[in-house]
């Protein structure tokens, strides 16, 4: 079973192939990622975060979410050396390169807390796979091309973990590198496979803003893998890549 919702601006996807309704996990899921929405969103004056930045990122009563999601930026940021940013230049907490990996991870657990063994959840190009689509075979991710969103970069072959990728060409030059407070421009795009999309997303995040030094640092710090590309085109690869020949997820 297939279930479609926009969640955080972005479409989201969950694919089941276990023999059974799916309908009421994928709801539960769902319901997770818009409840991560309703409190990180940068754009809606009554979230949380807005509340907690609006008085200069004071963290003093915040909630048990807000202060995990805190602490897993403060962590990569000190492991990337300041790379990794988790504060606005103007105050207050910047949190996007947490919290769609952090949100989409914690779905996917719950559908592994309502019984299910393979599953797919696509949250806009972030995925967390688990089990096989069918015959044993490990799931495909595709990676999008930094050139063309029509064209893949490569497909994966993955079984049970998180594939993150992150770049500059759809939302142009958002990722700051921390240690200089200037916009990313090393790699194209950098993508992470990692045991946990948590993980993956943070790394594929931290790898972007550190540069190609950072994908072989990944390695040390929780990713399977990594697939890079410079800013001059080079592919840079490193880790358990396995790539697979067809051309679409799943």
Partial sequence: MRFLETVMGIPMSIDVRDPRDSTEAAERAFAV????????SAYRPDSELSRVNARGGDLAGVSDEFREVV????????????????????GGWDLDGVVKGWAADRAARVLAEEGLRDYCLNAGGDVAVAGSPGDGRP???AVRSPDSATDML??????????????????GAHIVDGRTGAPATLLRSATVVADDLTTADLLATAVFAI??????????????????????????GLGDLAFARAETEG
């Fill in 154 to 171: 490569a497909v994966l072959e993955v079984r049970d973990g998180g594939v993150a990728t992150s770049g500059a060409y759809e939302r």
């Fill in 211 to 236: 540069g190609p030094h950072g994908v072989r640092w990944a390695l040390g710090h929780g990713a399977r893998a990594v697939l890079a590309v410079a800013a001059d085109g080079t592919l840079l």
């Fill in 139 to 141: 799931w495909h991710v």
């Fill in 33 to 40: 990622l818009r409840a991560a929405d309703a409190r990180f």
């Fill in 71 to 90: 602490a897993l930026g403060s962590a990569m940021a000190g492991a990337s050396s300041g790379a990794f940013r988790i504060h606005r230049p103007e």
